[in-house]
Nanobody
Framework: QVQLVESGGGLVQPGGSLRLSCAASGSIFSIYAMGWYRQAPGKQRELVAAITSGGSTNYADSVKGRFTISRDNAKNTVYLQMNSLKPEDTAVYYC?????????WGQGTQVTVSS
């Protein structure tokens, strides 16, 4: 069992930056990938960025060059650094973790990009 808690969302102007954090607890040693998804009202949940236990990363085309996913193993935490934010980035962002049996989801954190 894994529990995920996201933080760091908020209101930011276009062109601004935010850093989201996802702290994992529980049976964390079995996790082999973590990522960030987002969901805007009326839209499907989509993958934003992911990182594996081996350090491989991948990003949605819409965020490449602007967002960076990273991890701090000592804190069992994954981050999403979001730069050059656009209104289209507005969504609820969810942390995801995957082990060999289940996938886990955080509660979500709201990111709003607006003037």
């Amino acid at each position: 069992q894994v529990q995920l808690v996201e933080s760091g969302g908020g209101l930011v102007q276009p062109g601004g930056s935010l850093r989201l954090s996802c702290a994992a607890s529980g049976s964390i040693f079995s996790i082999y990938a973590m990522g960030w998804y987002r969901q805007a009202p009326g839209k499907q949940r989509e993958l934003v960025a992911a990182i594996t236990s081996g350090g491989s990363t991948n990003y949605a085309d819409s965020v490449k060059g602007r967002f960076t996913i990273s991890r701090d193993n000592a804190k069992n935490t994954v981050y999403l650094q979001m730069n050059s934010l656009k209104p289209e980035d507005t969504a609820v962002y969810y942390c995801n973790a995957l082990d060999d049996e289940y996938d886990y989801w955080g509660q979500g954190t709201q990111v709003t990009v607006s003037s």
